[in-house]
C-alpha cells in the first residue's frame, strides 16, 4: 500500500511536471491516488506520511496555475436510497476533498458529481439530493459541483437542483448530446455557467465525442476535432 501511494503521487508530480513543459493547464486528478483510502479497510494515517508530497504536489499546481477537478467513480451516490451506499459515498467524498485540502489548493479546485439515480420518481430523488446535499461536510460541499449525465438528469435537472442549493453546474457536452432537453447546447453552457461564483473560478466545461462502434454515449478515448 505504501509503495502505491508513493509511487502514483510521483508519478502524478511527474505527469504535472510534463503538462507544465508542454502548456497544459487542466487536469484531473484520479480517484485512485490513495487506494482504499476511503475503505474502512484503510487504517494508516496516509495523512500524515505522505504530507511533504502532497505540499509538494499541491505548489506546483499553485505556481503555474494549472485547474484542477477529480470525478469520483459512478457508485458515488448520495440520493442512495441505501444507507450502506450513502455512507461509502459520504467517506469517498470525504476523502476526494482531503486530497484538494492537503494540497493547500483553493476553491477552484473541484470535485464532479452526478446527480445519481431515478428510483421511479425523480422529483422525489433531486429532493433527497437537495437534503443530502444540505448535510454534506462543509469541504466536500464547498468543492462539489454537479454535472448532467447521458441517461438520467439533463442540464435543466441540474439547474433546478442549484436554484434550490446553490451548487455549480458544470456542463458536459456529450452527455447533452445524447441526453437533450430544451436548451440547445449554447444555451445549456451559459446557464450552466452563470451558476459558477467568482470564488469557484471560471466554469469548467466537459467535452468527448462519441466511441466508433460502441453504443451510443461511450465516450471515445480521442477527441473528434
Not at 60 to 68: A, C, F, G, K
Not at 145 to 162: A, F, G, H, P, Q
Not at 169 to 197: C, I, M, Y
Given at each position: ?20 513543459r508542454?502548456?497544459?493547464?487542466f ?7 490513495v487506494?482504499?483510502a ?9 495523512q ?14 499553485r ?13 458515488i451516490?448520495i ?32 470535485i ?23 448535510d ?18 439533463r ?23 445524447v ?15 452563470d451558476?459558477?461564483?467568482?470564488h ?19 465516450h471515445?478515448d480521442?477527441?473528434?476535432?
Amino acid at each position: 500500500m505504501i509503495a502505491a501511494i508513493r509511487n502514483n503521487l510521483d508519478c502524478l508530480f511527474s505527469m504535472l511536471s510534463y503538462n507544465v513543459r508542454n502548456g497544459i493547464l487542466f487536469f484531473r486528478i484520479t480517484s485512485q491516488l490513495v487506494p482504499f483510502a476511503s475503505h474502512p479497510v484503510c487504517k494508516f494515517p496516509w495523512q500524515k506520511m505522505f504530507e511533504t508530497d502532497f505540499t509538494r504536489i499541491g505548489r506546483l499546481i499553485r505556481d503555474n496555475n494549472i485547474r484542477i477537478s477529480l470525478h469520483p467513480d459512478q457508485f458515488i451516490i448520495i440520493n442512495s436510497l441505501e444507507e450502506r451506499i450513502l455512507q461509502n459515498s459520504l467517506r469517498e467524498l470525504r476523502y476526494h476533498a482531503e486530497v484538494l485540502e492537503m494540497m493547500g489548493l483553493d476553491l477552484t479546485a473541484k470535485i464532479q458529481l452526478h446527480v445519481g439515480g431515478v428510483y421511479g420518481d425523480k422529483e422525489k430523488s433531486k429532493e433527497r439530493f437537495c437534503r443530502r446535499y444540505e448535510d454534506l461536510d462543509a469541504m466536500v460541499k464547498r468543492r462539489l459541483v454537479i454535472e448532467n449525465d447521458e441517461k438520467s438528469y439533463r442540464v435543466e435537472d441540474c439547474l433546478d437542483l442549484n436554484r434550490q442549493t446553490g451548487v455549480p453546474v458544470l456542463f458536459d457536452w456529450f452527455h447533452h448530446a445524447v441526453n437533450p432537453g430544451s436548451l440547445a447546447p449554447e444555451q445549456a453552457l451559459r446557464r450552466a455557467a452563470d451558476t459558477w461564483k467568482q470564488h469557484d473560478g471560471p466554469a469548467m466545461m466537459d467535452y468527448s465525442s462519441q466511441q466508433p462502434g460502441r453504443p451510443r454515449g461511450a465516450h471515445s478515448d480521442t477527441i473528434e476535432l
